[in-house]
C-alpha cells in the first residue's frame, strides 16, 4: 500500500492515449432538430473518414485531472528564478494583465472605423511617444511581431535609403557578439554577412573594423550591450567608422534591459534598431509568444518606416496610407495590440524614474551573482558585466563537466538552468541573467546552489555527470532524440499484470 501511494503522489503521468478506453466520452449532444446531411456525399467520400485513428477516448474528469496534474510539472517565474541570459524571461506585473484585459481593448476588432478606434489609437501614439523618448531616436513603429522580424524591417529600411543614394551596397558586418539573428536577417534582405571578430575583451576590435567598412558596406548589425554582456564602450566612434563611408549602424535592443532609463542608443549615433517589448517591458515571454519588435528610427530613415502611420487629424487620429517612400506593411494591422497594452502599462506604472531603477537594479543583481560565483567558475571576459554575466565551463571540464552536465545539475536544487552553451564564442559558456525582479534571497540561494555543484565536480563529478537525479525523467539520450526523432505517438507494448 505504501508503495502504490508513493507511485501516486509521484505523478508518473501517462499520455491521454495510454488513458483511453473505448466508448468513452467527455460530452454529449441532443438530438439534432435538423435534416441528417451526409457528409461524404457533400464534402466528397475521400475528404470524410469514419472516425480519427486512436483518437483518446476519455472522459471530462480525466481530461482535468490529467491536465492538472501535468501543470504541477511545469516551471514558471511565479515558482523560482530564471536565470536566463538574453531571453530576459522576468516577472509581468499582474497590472498589466489586468490592463490589458480592459474590455474596451481586449475586443477592440482591427476592422473597427477610426472614429471607434480612437481609444486603441490613442495607446499606439502614447507607446510610440514613449520608445522615442527612452531610445532617444525619432520616431517608432510597432507592427513588427517578433525581435526578428524587428530585424527584418529595420534591415529593409536601410536597403531602401542606400537605393535612393544610388547603391543598396552588397554586403552587412555582424560582429560575432551579435545575437544569431542577426547574419539570417542579412542575407533574407539579399546581403552578403562578413563576421567581426571580438577582441579579448568581448568587444568589436576598432582597428580591424576600419579596415573592413568600405563602400560595399551597407551596414553594421550590433548587440549593445553585447551577448556576452558587456557594453561595446566605443560605441560612438564604431558609428562614426560607418557613417564617414556613407554606411548605417543597426543595433540590436534585445539587451535594453540594461540601458532603459540610463543611456540612449540615438545618442550614441544608432541609426535604427528594435525593442523586444515583450523582454524589456514584460509581456510573459515563454512558450514562444505573442511578441513585439517595435522598431525605431533616425530621422533620415522616418520616411521609409511600414505603413500605415498614426497622425493627428483635427480632434482625432487617423491612419496616414499616403507614404511614398515607405517599405509597406511588414505585418497585417497594427502589430500584437495586447503586447502593446502590456508595455504601455509597465511604462506607465513605473515612469521614467522607476525605469531607470529597474533597469539599475538588473546591473546589480548580475553583477552581484558575478561577484559571488566568480572564485568558482571562470569568467568569459575581464569587461564590466552589465545585465548579464557569462562565465565558462574551464574550470569544471578539468574533470570531465561540461555546462550542460551543470545546467542539469541546478535542476536538483530546484532552479531553472541558466543558458547553456551561449554565447557561441565562449566555450563552454553560462550566461546568467537574474534581471531587476529578484530579491537578494532569491540570489543568495541560486548562487548556493551554483557553488555547491562546483564543489561537488571537485570531490565528485560522477554526481554531476549524472544528474538530474530527482526529476520523472533522468538524463536522456539527447544525441538520439536530435537525429532520430519520433513525431508520432506509438502505443506502449502491452506490460503482464504479473510484471505489476
Known sequence: ????????????????????????????????????????????????????????????????????????????????????????????????????????????????????????????????????????????????????????????????????????????????????????????????????????????????????????????????????????????????????????????????????????PGDFGIDVMHLNLHKTFSTPHGGGGPGSGAVAVAEVLTPFLPGPRLKRQADQWAWNYDLPQSIGRVRAFYGNFGVLVRALAYIMAHGGNGLRQATLDALLNANYLRTLLEPYYQIAYNAPSMHECVFSDDRQAKEGVRTGDIAKRLIDYGFHPYTVSFPLIVRGALMIEPTETESKRELDLFADAMISIAKEVEENPELVLKAPHSTRTSRVDEVTAARKPIVRWQPPARVSQAAD
Open 1 to 264: 500500500m505504501i508503495k502504490k501511494a508513493i507511485r501516486h503522489i509521484v505523478q508518473a503521468e501517462p499520455l491521454l492515449f495510454e488513458q483511453s478506453s473505448p466508448g468513452k466520452r467527455g460530452y454529449q449532444l441532443p438530438e439534432l432538430d435538423v435534416p441528417v446531411v451526409d457528409a461524404a456525399t457533400v464534402l466528397g467520400k475521400g475528404n470524410v473518414r469514419d472516425e480519427i485513428e486512436d483518437f483518446p477516448e476519455v472522459s471530462e474528469f480525466e481530461v482535468l485531472r490529467h491536465f492538472t496534474r501535468l501543470s504541477t510539472w511545469n516551471y514558471a517565474i511565479d515558482l523560482g528564478l530564471y536565470p536566463l541570459g538574453s531571453c530576459t524571461m522576468k516577472y509581468n506585473p499582474r497590472v498589466n494583465e489586468l490592463v490589458a484585459r480592459t474590455e474596451g481593448l481586449a475586443w477592440a476588432h482591427p476592422y473597427q472605423p477610426e472614429r471607434l478606434a480612437q481609444g486603441a489609437m490613442e495607446v499606439v501614439a502614447a507607446l510610440e511617444h514613449a520608445l522615442v523618448q527612452i531610445t532617444g531616436m525619432d520616431a517608432v513603429t510597432l507592427q513588427p511581431a517578433a525581435g526578428a522580424h524587428g530585424e527584418f524591417t529595420g534591415i529593409l529600411m536601410i536597403r531602401a535609403l542606400l537605393e535612393t543614394r544610388g547603391s543598396a551596397r552588397k554586403k552587412i558586418l555582424v560582429p560575432d557578439s551579435a545575437h544569431g539573428t542577426n547574419p539570417a536577417t542579412a542575407m533574407m534582405v539579399g546581403y552578403t554577412v562578413e563576421n567581426i571578430k571580438s577582441n579579448d575583451r568581448g568587444m568589436i576590435d576598432l582597428g580591424l573594423l576600419e579596415r573592413v567598412v568600405n563602400e560595399d558596406v551597407a551596414g553594421l548589425m550590433i548587440t549593445n550591450p553585447n551577448t556576452v554582456g558587456v557594453f561595446e564602450e566605443n560605441i560612438k566612434k564604431i558609428c562614426q567608422i560607418l557613417h564617414d563611408k556613407g554606411a548605417l549602424v543597426y543595433m540590436d535592443g534585445a539587451n535594453m534591459n540594461a540601458l532603459v532609463g540610463v543611456a540612449r
